[in-house]
């Protein structure tokens, strides 16, 4: 009995990961279609080019999402269908905006409340082309901006608005590792750990600043209106000492959350970067001006929280390398006592570890004033799902057991704790394209049949949810 009664859940997805349809009504190209065209960047050589046909099967997809009981969905938008080349002198494409009126108002019709992210990733791939895209600290937020305004007057409806999913993604694996989009390493031919780089700093922060625009933009020309409310996705992974007796892995775990979760949060919340990320990479770590402080320092009304997974940290000896974007850690599955975290799953970077959900929720609460949070993304893939029988696929014990024990620790946090969960997003409403696993990894709670139509079918987790959500949310 934890939750509140108005308390929402429901499943998330995202435009490139389940739409496919990428040449249809004039969709432009995005960074990610870019790069799936690239040899050797996409495990099976896959793109999402067809994925789940999800732009020709809303009312499927929405009569799925009823049929679960799912009261929200979170989903985001092709900034591409809408503007194909993606600045703000190009041209829009009303056909790919009608779209998504349409689809919002399906959602609304059958009960179901929808959280709009507006970028997951898949910048346009002209922008990138034009200016360096997210490496221009001008364009960039403008053309964001831009986008921004015309779906918040085109979509008057939609109350909950995401403006971008992980930026910690998009610096780090886009463009200091290299496997996301656009694929760039920054200086690492310099080193293997990327001393001298600068480009993941550079894009997270034009990353935030675009974000404050966005929201000075909601808040300036909608919200007075329309009510609703906006905020940034962050990931972030929750952290165990390896071992806890050494204070230095003590410390070493407090760093790795502020160079992973803080990077992002503390400019919003608190105003500039954690002195640990400025005390190690100095001047590569950009400076706020006056005016982007106003747009980011409190520019979210709510924090939509990712989480799957937690590490044990270990704290590096010797000299911080000044290009090392994880804070001078190592990041481990086992601990001092040969402990591990959490069973292996298909996915290299995740171990379930549920009570590292309560830990977590607990600690971004404290360090930023018990914020609202909404969930906007939890979930697990399975280790060989793939290569079972579509039987054996459905039948996802796994999943349940982390759903069940995520959901719990979650509830606890609420009840206990003192955090302020408002909602929650399972990752995801059906296997898609993961990414640079392309379609090995099934994170779905509904299984695809990629073979035959793209046809969906319920995995035991999906109907899991409800029942187990029903009995959380408070009567009366
Ligand atoms: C999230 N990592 O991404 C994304 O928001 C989803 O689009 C994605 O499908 C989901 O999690 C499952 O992977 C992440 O390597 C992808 O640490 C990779 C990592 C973290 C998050």
């Given at each position: 009995m934890a939750l509140p009664r108005d308390f929402l859940w429901g499943f998330a997805t995202a435009a490139y990961q389940i739409e496919g349809a990428v040449d249809q009504h004039g969709r432009g190209p995005s960074i990610w279609d870019s790069f799936c065209k690239?040899?050797?960047?996409i495990a099976d050589g896959s793109s999402g080019d067809v994925a789940c046909d999800s732009y020709n099967r809303t009312a499927e997809d929405v009569a799925l999402l009823a049929s679960l009981g799912a009261t929200a969905y979170r989903f985001s938008l092709s900034w591409t269908r809408i503007i194909p080349k993606g600045g703000r002198g190009d041209a829009v494409n009303q056909v790919g905006l009608d779209h998504y009126v349409r689809f919002v108002d399906d959602l609304l019709a059958a009960g179901i409340t929808p959280f709009v992210t507006l970028s997951h990733w898949d910048i346009p791939d002209e922008l990138h082309r034009r200016y360096g895209g997210l490496l221009d600290r001008t364009e960039f937020p403008l053309d964001f901006e831009h986008f921004a305004r015309l779906v918040f007057r085109a979509l008057p409806r939609v109350r909950h608005w995401l403006t971008f999913n992980e930026p910690w993604c998009s610096s780090v694996l886009g463009f200091s590792l290299g496997q996301f989009a656009p694929g760039r390493t920054s200086d690492r031919t310099k080193s293997p750990v990327g001393d001298g780089a600068t480009e993941p700093w550079i894009v997270a922060h034009n990353l935030l600043v675009a974000h404050g625009r966005a929201v000075k933009v909601f808040r300036d020309e909608f919200q007075p209106a329309n009510g609703g409310e906006i905020g940034i996705v962050l990931n972030g992974d929750a952290v165990f000492p390896w071992d806890p007796a050494d204070a230095a892995d003590v410390e070493a775990c407090e760093r790795k959350l502020e160079f992973s979760i803080s990077w992002f949060a503390d400019p919003i919340y608190l105003g500039d970067y954690p002195a640990s990320m400025r005390d190690q990479l100095g001047d590569r770590l950009p400076t706020f001006t006056p005016a982007e402080r106003a747009l980011v320092?409190?520019?979210?009304?709510f924090y939509g929280m990712n989480h799957y997974t937690a590490n044990y940290v270990k704290h590096r000896t010797g000299a911080a390398d000044r290009g090392d974007v994880a804070g001078h850690v190592e990041i481990l599955f086992d601990n001092k006592n040969g402990d591990s975290i959490g069973p292996e799953t298909q996915s290299t970077w995740l171990r379930p570890c549920a009570p590292g959900f309560r830990d977590l929720l607990g600690w971004i609460s404290r360090r930023y004033g018990f914020p609202k949070i909404y969930v906007t993304e939890n979930g697990t893939s399975i280790k060989g799902e793939n290569e079972l029988r579509r039987e054996q696929i459905l039948d996802d014990d796994f999943r349940v057991g982390y759903y069940e024990d995520y959901v719990g620790a979650m509830a606890l946090a609420v009840e206990r704790d003192g955090v302020d969960v408002r909602g929650y997003f399972a990752w995801s409403l059906m296997d898609n394209f993961e990414w640079h696993e392309g379609y090995e990894t099934r994170f779905g709670v509904c299984y695809v049949d990629y073979e035959n139509g793209q046809r969906r079918y319920p995995k035991k987790s999906a109907r899991r949810l409800k029942p187990l959500f029903d009995s959380l949310l408070t009567k009366g």
């Open positions: 690239t040899p050797g960047k320092h409190g520019s979210n009304d």
